[in-house]
């Protein structure tokens, strides 16, 4: 992984075969660190999908070594989705929650706490059982931990905007009655952080008194509900403490939303910062005293700030509010690259912007290679198996690639086999190979879309890719484009792609212009959106432009809504649920 200052090798195109083997040893040792622990849980036990699997082994006579279980691994474990984990998880959210029926369920012993997917493109929420593992199967979460929060060698302040909150608390009990544990349901982000730092929520009183000596806010600030009352307040220590070196938001878009705090409400934030004073915020009543402990009035800090002003309009205005402003931690690769372009504006061009890694619900799957290139990450080969199903491939566990045997430039779909008991499991992200690290031959990827995430009217497929590509295409005629999302539009004969777009200009050079070139880039760039459309079935697409703050503002409504903690809700590149629709339409200020 890369880290400041640190510039990795160039990735090699193939591997030697001493790499080769280094790779196909990893991956045997993985798996079986796999089955030898997880053999003893209920899904690998009763799983229909494993049934081959668990006959196969029972004729190994006194075991199998590590290329023969491999093989057998390979040819009886099928694909699998999250349906066939649902009726296992479930169990966890009977009434009551039993720990005899809840123990040993995906990995040996209980969680620590169970993940949940934001639940962002209007899908069911997903559950993931999260276990404590011996740090040599941890060794990207100790990785990605250390990143995100690194301690200065010159008595530098981190803003580390994350939640410490949770959507509800599961618990185990005994055959007694009592609780045996309490498991938080919480965001990946979150649960791993608590674990990492073995944050238990009967403690969360107490945290909420302290601040980490290298952070500017205190932990309070964590536990705030409020999107905007929580951006907020992170604005505002980050703005007392002059000597912030590092900011992570974990995605583009919420440091987007942070930035624009800072900018509508910069006169607010320089008056509490003199005063020692808070405005009354939606959802910080409860953390309200342990905040104030932390503000004490600061004059000449508000002199500072006032002196610098607010220059929004001047490129690179943090550099002046942080002069020692190093680093924003933010993916930006995939669906967050739009919004860079205003990032760059705040922060300038050089101050570095790195992302940690593609992190998900399900597992950690790859790290930061290069922060030179935020669209380049590093396959994690310690935690986890990980698995490549070439595109143009049947969807099927028999045509599945090896990290040896992935080749350069190709595009795959990523499968995981992970320690916290799922087998096989189809994440649906598309990546394509850029090469390998020489130093151990793990494979360099970058991040490319979702594998379903697509639109489709007629007998087109128009990908999450082309998509953002199209609009790209029109950007200076409709103004510098930081965020936007599309949907079908009905509201005519012939239907058509609905373009909605937050622009961070007022307006474009020819807006007008601008769905008839998105008609004609989409007509050169996809041969059945071509002939579909001179066939009469699909119409030139319509552009509807939202008012600025409109993705910030869904953000909050999508966590108010849908009892997700701030700092993980996305905006879905594709929507198709009604009510998502509904809500962008109403902040709609201009159609083209």
């Not at 929420?125 to 040599?136: G, L, Q, V």
């Not at 905007?228 to 590092?246: I, N, T, Y």
């Not at 905040?291 to 205005?317: H, K, Y």
């Not at 002069?323 to 995939?334: D, K």
Request: aromatic share 10%.
């Amino acid at each position: 992984m890369s880290f400041l200052g640190e510039f990795p090798p160039e990735p090699i195109v193939a591997l030697t075969p001493e790499l080769v083997t280094s790779l196909r040893e990893r991956t045997q040792a993985v798996l079986s660190y796999l089955v030898q622990t997880n053999s003893i849980s209920a899904y690998f036990k009763e799983s229909d999908i494993l049934s081959e699997f668990r006959d196969a082994l029972k004729l190994a006579e006194g075991g199998e070594n590590p290329e023969t279980l491999f093989q057998t691994y390979h040819d009886k474990v099928s694909l699998s989705v999250y349906e066939h984990y649902l009726p296992f998880v479930s169990r966890f959210f009977e009434q009551p929650c039993r720990t005899s029926a809840v123990e040993n369920l995906m990995a040996p012993g209980l969680p620590y706490f169970i993940a949940h997917s934001s639940g962002t493109s209007g899908g069911a929420t997903k559950h993931f059982p999260k276990y404590r593992h011996p740090e040599h199967m941890s060794t990207s979460t100790s990785q990605t931990m250390q990143a995100s929060n690194p301690t200065s060698k010159h008595g530098g302040k981190n803003c580390i905007a994350y939640s410490l909150g949770y959507r509800q608390v599961v618990e185990s009990l005994n055959d007694n009655g009592d609780v045996d544990r309490r498991l938080p349901v919480c965001l990946m982000s979150t649960g791993t952080i608590r674990m990492y730092n073995d944050m238990a929520i009967e403690r969360d009183n107490i945290y909420q008194t302290i601040r980490v000596p290298n952070n500017s806010s205190p932990l309070a600030v964590s536990f705030i509900p409020n999107y905007k009352s929580f951006l907020f307040m992170h604005a505002l220590f980050a703005l007392q403490e002059p000597q912030v070196e590092l900011i992570n938001t974990m995605f583009s878009t919420i440091f987007r939303d942070f930035c624009r705090v800072i900018d509508e409400q910069w006169d607010i934030l320089v008056q509490s910062i003199d005063t020692g004073s808070l405005p009354e915020l939606e959802g910080t009543g409860h953390v309200r005293e342990n905040l104030l402990r932390f503000l004490p009035p600061s004059p000449e800090r508000a002199a500072q700030l006032r002196e610098i002003g607010r220059t929004v309009d001047s490129p690179g205005w943090f550099t002046k509010i942080w002069p020692s402003l190093r680093t924003v931690v933010a993916i930006s690769s995939g669906p967050f690259q739009t919004v860079v372009p205003e990032l760059r504006h705040y922060i300038g061009p050089n101050v570095v912007l790195q992302t940690l890694g593609i992190n998900c619900s399900e597992a950690f799957l790859a790290l930061a290679y290069d922060h030179r290139d935020p669209s380049l990450y590093k396959v994690v080969g310690s935690d986890d198996i990980i698995e490549f199903l070439p595109l143009d491939s049947p969807e099927e566990s028999k045509h599945l690639t090896q990290t040896w045997n992935v080749e350069f430039k190709n595009k795959y779909e990523v499968v995981l086999t992970t320690r916290d008991g799922f087998w096989r499991y189809r994440l649906g992200d598309v990546v394509e190979v850029a090469g390998f690290d020489p130093r151990d031959g793990q494979p360099v990827i970058r991040y490319l879309e979702r594998r379903n995430v697509h639109i489709r009217l007629a007998n087109e497929i128009t990908t999450e890719n082309q998509l953002r590509d199209a609009i790209s295409s029109v950007s200076e005629s409709v103004g510098v484009i930081s965020e936007f999302c599309v949907s079908p539009d009905y509201r005519q004969s012939i239907p058509r792609y609905c373009f909605f777009v937050e622009s961070r200009n007022k307006s474009g050079s020819s807006p007008a212009s601008a769905p008839s070139n998105l008609h004609a880039y989409l007509q050169n760039h996809n041969e059945n959106y071509l002939r579909d459309s001179q066939a009469g079935k699909i119409a030139t697409p319509v552009i509807r432009l939202l008012k600025q703050g409109t993705f910030g503002d869904f953000r909050e409504w999508k966590i108010r809504t849908t009892n997700v903690a701030s700092g993980q809700v996305k905006v879905p590149p594709v929507v198709w649920d009604e009510g998502t629709r509904k809500w962008l339409e109403e902040h709609v200020v201009e159609e083209y």
